[in-house]
């Protein structure tokens, strides 16, 4: 039977399963700041941290083999590809301020007059995580779960989903043996991997991340009146300019148009899933026109291939379901609708394109969002969590 939840935006909504977390959690993450140099400390990088610190914070755009970072120790790997300012994930965060700031666009990123942002926003998202992307897979290594999602803030969705596994003695044997892959197209907190560094440690769980870049701030939230829910907490921010020790190591250019963003605090990715809505296929004939100018007829082309009811697709009310594959060496690729709809598709025509991945991959569509939460049926305050239900759309089945 399903759980009727409503969240902290008041919304009531059914959901499949609810994983409480302790309320350390809720308290802890709204509005922290982590340095890098605490980062790396709590990491245990072993090397130059003000070399490393640099890289992290730089405008440079790496390669699959050649990551601007890595670290590798016992049970947990992490390469971030770019640095934190580089023209991808500027592009990203110009845009979010675009839309949140011009009246044209009431909706945000949602609004129907956003679609050719919307687009410019899609394909940096893809240019940041492009190089971990079109690698060869090797088919050989078969890791239990691959999770690829669009941001880690928190980290608690994927760690709510990976701690529902563990509660079965066989899936936790499973994940130890063959570890999980984690792909970020956007950011990945300073928080988030230093959780799933402990998670990793915790349960002996092998776990390798691979993030477009990182960020070390996030939202407080505003308090929800008559309880201790938060709206908008753990959303990607850019630290505040008196953080001056962090700034000195970011080159004067980039420093200048983060500052120009605003005064106040400025997103790093804005709403990720709005922003990753599909577009009609009548605004991206528009949006391709001048581009044709250029000979690319394919700009933004996961639009045209989109199954998922994510946005304004000519397919997304045909009816789709998941027919899980059968056999105990198949990976399971994760997404999380909404915000895993966009890496799906991007999965699609680059990591699950390639030949043999098909025949060791188990592709699992769910809707997992973190909450805080009251029980409908019982009026209590069941704290900060995820929720889980199944995804309404996915994909088709060949």
Avoid at 40 to 66: C, Q, T
Avoid at 141 to 161: E, L, Q, T, W
């Amino acid at each position: 039977s399903t759980i009727p939840l409503r969240d902290e935006f008041g919304v009531d909504k059914d959901w499949d399963k609810f994983v409480q977390f302790p309320s350390e959690l809720g308290e802890l993450f709204p509005g922290s700041y982590v340095s890098p140099e605490l980062f790396l400390g709590r990491l245990g990088y072993p090397e130059d941290i003000k070399g490393a610190k640099k890289s992290i914070l730089s405008v440079n755009e790496g390669r699959a083999e050649d990551p601007t970072f890595s670290f590798s120790s016992d049970n947990f790997s992490v390469h971030i590809m770019n640095g934190m300012f580089n023209p991808h994930a500027l592009t990203m965060s110009r845009l979010a301020k675009e839309v949140s700031n011009d009246k044209e666009y009431p909706k945000g990123f949602a609004d129907d007059k956003a679609e050719p942002i919307r687009a410019q926003y899609q394909n940096a998202m893809l240019k940041n995580i492009a190089q971990e992307l079109k690698k060869p897979v090797d088919i050989t290594r078969k890791p239990a779960v691959r999770i690829h999602d669009d941001c880690s803030a928190s980290g608690d969705s994927i760690i709510g989903y990976l701690y529902d596994r563990v509660q079965d003695e066989g899936e936790l044997k499973k994940l130890q043996e063959r570890g999980v892959d984690i792909v970020i197209d956007g950011a990945a907190t300073a928080q988030s991997i230093l959780y799933f560094q402990a998670f990793a440690k915790a349960y002996n769980i092998p776990i390798d991340i691979t993030a477009g870049h990182m960020a070390f701030q996030l939202s407080p939230g505003e308090p929800v009146e008559g309880s201790s829910r938060l709206k908008h907490a753990n959303y990607l921010e850019y630290p505040p300019k008196s953080e001056t020790d962090f700034y000195k190591d970011v080159d004067p250019e980039s420093q200048a148009e983060i500052f120009n963003l605003g005064e106040t605090a400025v997103a790093v990715h804005g709403d990720m899933g709005e922003a990753e809505k599909g577009i009609s296929a009548q605004g991206m004939e528009k949006i391709r026109e001048p581009f044709k100018h250029e000979g690319i007829d394919n700009y933004c082309e996961w639009n045209d291939k989109r199954e998922d009811d994510h946005g304004n697709h000519p397919n997304s009310d045909k009816g789709i379901t998941i027919v899980p594959k059968v056999g105990e060496d198949t990976t399971d690729y994760v997404y999380f609708a909404r915000g895993g709809y966009l890496p799906y598709m991007l999965d699609l025509m680059n990591v699950l394109n390639q030949e043999g991945v098909n025949d060791t991959a188990n592709v699992v569509i769910i809707r997992l969002s973190r909450l805080t939460a009251v029980n409908l049926n019982t009026s209590t305050e069941l704290g900060y969590g995820a929720g889980f239900t199944k995804a309404s759309c996915v994909k088709y089945v060949s």
